[in-house]
């Protein structure tokens, strides 16, 4: 069996299945690469309109597998396309064009806290619990998942969580602001329906809005504001705003391509 699952669960919406049960879903260099890419190519097609991120069996994912980042050490260059693969999996998630959800079961350690925060939406079954062992490893979490954390979670609950590396159940992770819903059924099922009023909205917009957002959240505003003005002026020369236009002018629903 492949270790990422790529599947089409309704049309536009695709998920990605972190597949390592046996490793309650710990991420190796190559499910890290895989996210990246996938993600990428994605992100490249007009018809996608969201991702649902999960893991298959009981657990969403462990984090990084560190028996495998370990071995990777041994030669200085393996253990940077390690690293590199990380990275490129968040910075896929967070550059998609598109919404993507992050369907969280069981445990949620490590890097996959960072994996889910690189989402747009974080939902949860009851049992889902989450944690930074960063305290345990003699390690610092890096800044950046830092600062979405406590974008997330405000800075006290950060201090709390990053401390003390605890298990933080699902209840009182909503209640903090770290999921945006919680289900007893299927967390699959449940992102899907979440996402619905989303995936019929204009995707030059959300691309718009989801860059204003990452840019926000990381006071990174000044950086990409060229970047952001540019693709607002772009919109209304766009397919889909002639689109809009003239559905509004017909009242019937407009039809988005993203082009």
Known sequence: M????V?????GVVALRINRPEKRNACNQAVWQGIADTVSGLAQR????AVIL??????????DDIVAYNAAKTSPGAAQQHRDAIQAAYSALLGAPFPVLAAIRGACVGGAVSLAMC????????????SIPAAKLSLVYPTDHVQRLVHLVG???????????EFVHAQWAMHAGFFDLITDGDVVEAALVFAGPMLD?????LRGSKMQLNAISTNTLPDVR???????ASIEDSEDYREAVRSFREKSIPRFTGR
């Open 2 to 5: 492949p270790e990422l699952i």
């Open 7 to 11: 599947e089409t669960v309704s049309p």
């Open 46 to 49: 007009d018809d996608t309109r």
């Open 54 to 63: 999960t893991g298959s069996g009981a657990h969403f994912c462990a984090g």
């Open 119 to 130: 989402c747009d939406f974080r939902i949860a079954h009851t049992s889902a619990r989450v």
């Open 155 to 165: 800075l006290s609950a950060a201090r709390r969580w990053l401390y003390t590396a």
């Open 201 to 205: 909205k204009a995707p030059l917009s």
């Open 226 to 232: 060229d970047a952001i003005e540019r693709q607002i």
